[in-house]
């Protein structure tokens, strides 16, 4: 149908504003709905934690592999942080599931998981139950078939080609339905929502909640930090689930693989509000009750029996508080700021007494190169004399290292000043100033700059190669030595024959 020209942008605005209504409307629709699936204009439900249905790090493990209050099967792999349900390898599977069954009419599961791999596309998915027995093994994500419950699948992988995955399913069942593996459970889903899950920089968290027969999910994609940055993602009403089971989380791999990890699982009894839960002591055996009472009165024996022996044996500190007896974390930072600067200040003192005996062998050069130089006399013209100039080089380059030694050690002495100054000041004023803490930094500044003006120059300095000394036996001397000695050497052989011979006349 045509549509005049002048007409049209009365049209356009009229398809505006309808635009603009019906988005305002879904948001608020939307709005209207809370984290847990209640209209925000009702009183939130009453949450519980209940410790004997979860597990978090760190210490999630025991020794012995265990969980406590779980078991788990298949190729879990418990640890102190995380339980891995399957590792990135083909076919396999793995499941945790409570120990006991629960029978809470309303509650609320917090599950944080990652699945990660090298791939696009992962294998198979990760599944969280609620069914009557425990499903250790099976085709369903690592779980048995045919369950009676209902079960959120994470599903990775897409079997019917549909271009539809990951997805998050909710799939109910009455213990005899054989789930639809060829169509990704899509035929028997009561609530799905396109999310991707895979590969995220934070865990991935999803807040399933059963209140007032609705099951809500929400989901965090792990984009961001924020645990709280929930988005909703599908709502089945009218649900009728059993009143008692176990909960489980399974997960399983195909020809393609993910690792599947779980790093926690929170569950919350809900009760409406006017409705107090059940007191906790009513639900402790009298048994367990009475052991753990004993168990408590031998601790509580023993710990008096120990504070006894301990005042036995320090009787001084009896009447003393113990918060006295402990450093605080203030006092404790302060002694190590004075620590540091004793250190320093000890350091500082041995520099500079190193420094003063370069400065002394230094002045020691200069004073024996003077010497020498007034040896040679003075009135040796520089150009006509080489070893004159030479030395004269030497003299001016020695006075200038004395010179810089010198600025070090002011520069040094400065250091000593100023640490000084800081000590008294922090014993004067108290500690924890935010002004001794800062002369500190400077302190450290100024011991850098110094530290690099000392190697520097020290790497520069090479100590002066002294000029020849005139020798103290001349040739004149050396021939005539030469000339005695040859002498005496005949005279004795002369004399020591004359003895021989006169000794044979005898014979």
Known sequence: MAVPIARLPAVNAQVWMLT???????????????????????????????????????????PDGSIPFWIHSGNAIPSADQVRITPSLRSQRGSVWTKNKINFENWEAEVTFRVSGRGRMGADGLAVWFTTEQGLDGP????????????????????????NNPAILVVGNNGKLVYDHQNDGSTQALGTCLRDFRNKPYPIRAKIT???????????????????????????????????????????????????????????RLSEPGQQPPPVESEIPKEEKDKYQEEFQNFQQELDKKKEEFQKEHPDVQGEPIEDLYESASDREIRQVFEGQNRIHLEIKQ?????????????RYVTIV?????????NAVSGQDPATQQLSSIVATQQEVVRILNEMRNSFHESLKQLGSVQHQGNAVGMGTYETIQHFNDIKEHLHTVKRDVEKHLCLLKCPELPPLPSCLSTVHFVIFVVIQTVLFFCYVMYKSQQEAAAKKFF
């Open 351 to 363: 520099v500079n007494r190193n420094l003063a005996m370069i400065l002394d062998e230094q002045r």
């Open 370 to 378: 003077s010497d020498e130089l007034a040896k040679k006399g003075t």
């Open 210 to 268: 059963y209140y007032r027969k609705t099951l809500t999910v929400m989901i965090n994609n792990g984009f961001t930090p924020d645990k709280e940055d929930y988005e909703f993602c599908t709502k089945v009403e009218n649900m009728i689930i059993p009143s008692e089971g176990f909960f489980g989380i399974s997960a399983a791999t195909g020809g393609l693989a993910d690792d599947h990890d779980v790093l926690s699982f929170l569950l919350f």
């Open 140 to 163: 369903v994500y690592g779980a048995a078939d045919q369950w009676n419950g209902v079960g959120v699948f994470f599903d990775s992988f897409d079997n019917d080609g549909k271009k």
């Open 20 to 62: 603009f209504v019906t988005t305002l409307l879904f948001h608020r629709g939307v709005g209207d709905v809370s984290v847990s699936g209640v209209p925000t204009t009702e009183e939130g439900p009453h949450r519980r934690f209940e410790y004997k249905y979860s597990f978090k790090g760190p210490h999630l493990s025991q």
